[in-house]
């Protein structure tokens, strides 16, 4: 299975546990010029920036540790131009779902600004 594959399959794992958690995805893969956010959902009136990392071994270690201090900063550029975009002051969030193995890890304020 290619890893893109694996990418997708994991980010629609991780669209339904959040579904199935009463949040509402409002987009998904949005791009910027430095980045892209895999899920944009909105939760208890809060804006959630979700990265999704999926594993199917532990080879290349755990999901959660790809997202790099680089990676966040990306996703962080995007999440504001998003924010911006729609005119938005609204309260936001940044978290990780990691997919390891088949047993979802959801780290809800993962990083900040």
Same mark, same amino acid.
């Given at each position: 299975?290619?890893?893109?594959?694996?990418?997708? =399959?994991?980010?629609?794992?991780?669209?339904?546990?959040?579904?199935?958690?009463?949040?509402?995805?409002?987009?998904?893969?949005?791009?910027?010029?430095?980045?892209?956010?895999?899920?944009?959902?909105?939760?208890?009136?809060?804006?959630?920036?979700?990265?999704?990392?999926?594993?199917?071994?532990?080879?290349?270690?755990?999901?959660?540790?790809?997202?790099?201090?680089?990676?966040?900063?990306?996703?962080?550029?995007?999440?504001?131009?998003?924010?911006?975009?729609?005119?938005?002051?609204?309260?936001?969030?940044?978290?990780?779902? =990691?997919?390891?193995?088949?047993?979802?890890?959801?780290?809800?304020?993962?990083?900040?600004?």
């Amino acid at each position: 299975m290619s890893t893109k594959t694996v990418g997708d =399959s994991g980010e629609d794992r991780a669209v339904n546990y959040l579904i199935n958690k009463g949040y509402t995805i409002n987009e998904r893969n949005y791009r910027s010029s430095r980045g892209e956010i895999d899920i944009i959902a909105m939760h208890d009136g809060v804006y959630v920036f979700v990265e999704v990392k999926t594993r199917s071994s532990k080879s290349y270690g755990l999901g959660v540790d790809a997202v790099t201090l680089v990676k966040q900063r990306k996703i962080i550029y995007t999440a504001n131009r998003y924010l911006l975009n729609k005119g938005c002051d609204w309260l936001a969030r940044f978290d990780i779902i =990691s997919i390891d193995n088949d047993e979802i890890n959801h780290i809800e304020n993962a990083f900040e600004l």
